[in-house]
């Protein structure tokens, strides 16, 4: 199911927007929901990019982190600076340096609303 994903050898020079589109495909693979990648940069100055995406429960959330990490790793060759939320699977944060991102369970995306935040920010195309 992942043959769609180029995980070939150039995918290493991934400059930050394509790194931040092929996480969101990646993502799209394990059935993330309502995925969208927003160019920050301008607006927080510490990341280029946050993905958002939801998932309907924790083991779905620990699957897509599961296989960003995993994809990431074999395809760039690089881990995160950070990760957060991991065990508990309801808000899982994956810091990249110049991409981010948010891996939420449904319940938590609708009460933190994120994208709220970043309203006049327009999404990037990844699909």
């Not at 930050?16 to 969101?24: T, Y």
């Not at 799209?28 to 993905?51: R, S």
């Not at 958002?52 to 620990?62: C, D, K």
Request: proline share 3%; glycine share 8%.
């Amino acid at each position: 199911m992942t043959d769609a994903i180029n995980t070939d050898a150039a995918a290493a020079d991934l400059n930050s927007l394509e790194l931040a589109v092929f996480i969101a495909r990646v993502i799209d693979e394990k059935q993330g929901e309502n995925t969208i990648v927003l160019p920050v940069g301008p607006v927080v100055g510490i990341t280029e990019y946050f993905i958002v995406t939801s998932a309907s429960n924790g083991r779905l959330v620990r699957a897509i982190t599961d296989a960003v990490l995993g994809n990431v790793r074999d395809a760039v060759g690089k881990g995160p600076l950070r990760s957060e939320g991991t065990r508990e699977q309801q808000w899982v944060l994956i810091d990249y340096g110049d991409v981010v991102v948010h891996i939420f369970v449904d319940e938590m995306r609708r009460f933190y609303e994120i994208e709220r935040l970043y309203k006049d920010i327009v999404p990037t195309a990844w699909a």
